[in-house]
């Protein structure tokens, strides 16, 4: 996907597009509590994660046949350990790589702040049984990098 001179909110909304096309359910965008602003707070369901861990697996198993086995019993461990996820996306957006790369910029006090705020986030009923999952979604001269559980 290539997307020129985009403005910091309108690489959000790609960002939230993109999380759509693959299974994403977008809870909060901008979301704001002690202090702190989440860009986009997310579920990833269960069935959501199963479809696009069983997608890979056919696809290891296609590329390297001789460990097929291998590959569809850590299939079926995994999906025992599955659990709906909280995901909380930062989006950075960079119109030119002369600085580095959007998600590059995000400093150890920023990685707090937004852990802070999931957990705060987590006291509410709806997300306390959830397990949280930290990405980093990062438009760079119009291409978007999608990096799951960033820190």
């Known amino acids: ?42 579920i990833l369901s269960k069935s959501v994660q199963k479809k696009q861990m069983k997608k890979e697996m056919q696809r290891k198993m296609l590329e390297d046949k001789e460990h097929r ?5 850590s299939f079926k461990n995994a999906l025992k350990e599955l659990n709906d996820l909280l995901v909380i996306t930062e989006v950075k957006g960079r119109k030119t790589d ?8 995000i400093s150890e006090q920023k990685k707090h702040n937004i852990i802070r705020g999931a957990r705060f986030l987590q006291k509410d009923d709806r997300f306390e049984n959830y397990q949280i999952r930290f990405d980093v979604a990062s438009v760079d001269n119009g291409e978007i990098t999608y990096i799951e559980s960033a820190f």
């Open 69 to 73: 086995k291998v590959y569809k019993n």
């Open 98 to 105: 002369k600085f580095g790369m959007g998600f590059e910029a």
């Open 1 to 42: 996907m290539m997307f020129n001179d985009l403005t910091w909110r309108e690489s959000e909304r790609v960002v939230q597009d993109y999380m759509k096309e693959k299974g994403f359910k977008i809870i909060e965008t901008n979301f704001s509590c002690v202090g702190i602003e989440l860009d986009i707070v997310a």
